[in-house]
Each structure stands twice: as C-alpha cells, then as structure tokens.
C-alpha cells in the first residue's frame, strides 16, 4: 500500500477520478442536470398542477407526411415523437445561455387572456430574474405578463437558425416561429388561429383543445390556471376538451381554428411553428 508521499498504485487513479465525477454530478441540483437550470416546482408548490389523468390526443412515433395529411392535418390533433433531434438548440436554451446571449436584449411581454391586448417591453434579464415566477393563482389574465410570441428575429437569428421544425408543411403556407418562456402555472386562456406546430424545450405545457364547431365555455379574462380551478371540474364527460401534457423534445400538431388554451406545469421553454 502507498504510504505518506508514495506513488499511488495503478488503476486506482481512474476509480477516483470517476467517484469525483459521481459526487459532483450528484451535487448538482435537478434543475440543472435536467432542466437547463430553469426553476420547477413540484408537488407542495402554491400552483402545483397535476398532468391529466388520461391523454385524449394521439402521440406518433412514426407518422409518414402521407398519414399526417390523411388522418390529422385538417382534422384533428396529434403529437410528434422523434421526427428531429433539437439537442442543440436544447444546450443553447439553458437558462444561463439565453442570459449570456440574450440578457440585454429587450423583449415584448403579453397579457395572459384571450386577446392580449396589453404588451410591456423590458430586458430579457430583468423578466427572468424578476417576473418569471408562479402564476398568482388570484391574478386575472389581464394583470398577468409572460414573454411569448413577439420576437425580434433579426436579433434572436443566432438561435433560431439552431431549430430544427417539424417536416410536415401545408401547401400554401409559410411558417413562422414563437418562442416563449413562462412560469410554472401560466398559460394562455381559449383562444384559435390558424393551423401550427408547438414543442416543449424544457418543462412540460398542458393542452386543452376543442374543434371549431365546439366553442368552450370560458371568460376571456380568467387565466387557463382559474378556469381549471373553477370550471373544468364541473363539466360533463361528454363536454370535456381533447387535452394531454406534453413533455419536453414533444411536438404537438393543431388544426386550422381549433379552440385550445395551455397550461405550464413547469418553468417551460417552447417554440411554436405556425403555418400562415
């Protein structure tokens, strides 16, 4: 055995190397090994929400662009499994890389109701540090700001060039990108456009979508989180949205004037594709 100053013996070197390793990893909070360091909030927290306890939309692994035109582009909703690899553009928004890349960059901040009429410009860093926190679960839709949809693209080029969109298009359409960050609990209340795709970079968002023909019952000025709280609970089987969480790498496809509100489970990172 090496005593005092001795040489240590072979092979043991690399076996302390690799339990340094696992002590340090294990050091590390989850947030930061899984989550890109973005806060989440589990069971106990002020606006912990459960996932659903049945998925209604279909999740595919393997869809052909054929099956996707036949069976879901202009009929119903469906999620995408695998069809890219966004790994990259996952590393690049990691909380401490947008900060880094983006920290001064003023961005435009949304109402949380239906039609957003309300926008307030900030820094990036101010709304991360200061406003990206749990939803008030009292707050009306109207009192509540999160960072989606308006972007800068020339100045958020650098990392929108990293995404890789799902391959599925609609003849006629261009697509256009949002990206959003939002706080566990928010969301945006019933609302519909035109047909898109939406992927969970970090996190998890909760849907809830209806046809066109099935108008839900809501009040435009109430957050996703009072409406779940107060009006879902009530509703019969038969008046029930489609609804399913999506989780992070998944890619949810909704139809052209489908009916649908979200929910952020988590402190979520999301890009959507809409196809105008």
């Known amino acids: 055995m090496p005593r005092g ?17 696992m002590l340090a990893s294990s050091a590390r909070s989850p947030g930061e090994a899984n989550h890109g360091g973005w806060p989440q909030y589990g069971p106990g927290a002020p606006v912990a929400v459960a996932e659903e306890e049945r998925c209604t939309v279909e999740r595919r692994a393997d869809l052909s662009y054929a099956e996707f035109m036949q069976h879901y582009a202009f009929s119903r909703p469906v999620i995408l499994q695998g069809l890219t690899d966004n790994s990259r553009f996952r590393v690049l928004c990691s909380r401490e890389r947008l900060l880094a890349s983006f920290g001064d960059s003023v961005v435009r901040l949304s109402t949380a109701n239906t039609y957003s009429y309300r926008k307030v410009d900030l820094p990036f860093q101010e709304y991360v540090e200061q406003m990206l926190h749990p939803q008030d679960p009292l707050s009306m839709g109207n009192d509540t700001l999160y960072f989606f949809g308006d972007n800068n693209f020339t100045e958020w080029a650098s990392l929108f060039r990293h995404y890789s969109p799902p391959p599925f298009g609609l003849l006629g359409t261009t697509p256009a990108y949002s990206f959003g960050i939002a706080g566990a609990g928010s969301g945006v209340p019933f609302h519909w456009h035109g047909p898109g795709f939406s992927e969970v970079i970090y996190g998890r968002k909760r849907w809830f979508l209806y046809p066109p023909e099935k108008t839900p019952e809501f009040h ?5 989180l009072a409406w779940l709280r107060d009006t879902y609970p009530a509703l019969a089987p038969s008046a029930r949205p489609l609804e399913c969480t999506i989780q992070a790498g998944e890619v949810l496809y909704f139809p052209d004037r489908w009916w649908h509100a979200t929910l952020n489970l988590d402190t979520s990172v999301f890009i959507s594709t809409f196809l105008s």
């Open 5 to 21: 100053g001795g040489l240590m013996a072979p092979g043991l070197r690399p076996l302390l190397l690799l339990a340094f390793w």
């Open 220 to 224: 435009p000025n109430k957050t996703t």
